[in-house]
């Protein structure tokens, strides 16, 4: 099931993280719920958060600003059924276009996100830093995506 997180899903939703991984801190996911123009949606199974997408609304855009899935519920289609929520979210809010930015090595997000139709508008040179298991390897690319809505 996806629901719109609340305040009160701030211990749920940072325990998450930290096994996701997707690199939102917990001052970031606090901001995010408390924000009118931000909308956190959970991925629950049972009583268990396993997955979230955070989007915000700006003028006539949105833009995913986070998504993560507990490790064990990758490639189950948590992350599909949440980015078909995010696309709902800014479609409801009539948003015009729908962005987005991913590390350029993250193929399996970058494959989910071309099979919910976005395109690769440009690149971040050095935009990320590196993964703690990838110290040696430096900076990564963003890539920069969208899709018409």
């Given amino acids: 099931m996806i629901a719109e997180l609340t305040i009160e899903d701030l211990t749920p939703l940072t325990a998450l993280e930290e096994q996701a991984q997707s690199g939102a801190s917990a001052p970031q996911l606090l901001e995010a719920l408390a924000c009118q123009d931000t909308c956190v949606l959970g991925y629950w199974q049972g009583e268990q958060l396993q997955g979230y997408a955070i989007v915000a609304r700006l003028p006539f855009e949105a833009e995913l600003q986070a998504i993560g899935v507990h490790p064990t519920c990758r490639r189950s289609g948590a992350g599909g059924g949440l980015m ?9 809010w ?56």
């Avoid at 078909?84 to 409801?92: H, S």
């Fill in 84 to 92: 078909d929520a995010v696309i709902a979210t800014a479609e409801k």
């Fill in 94 to 149: 009539a948003s015009e276009r729908l962005l987005l930015e991913v590390r350029a090595g993250n193929n399996s997000a970058i494959r989910l996100y071309q099979r919910c139709g976005f395109h690769e508008d440009g690149r971040r040179k050095g935009y990320y830093p590196p993964l703690p298991s990838q110290a040696a390897a430096g900076r990564e690319d963003a890539l920069l995506m969208s899709r018409l809505l």
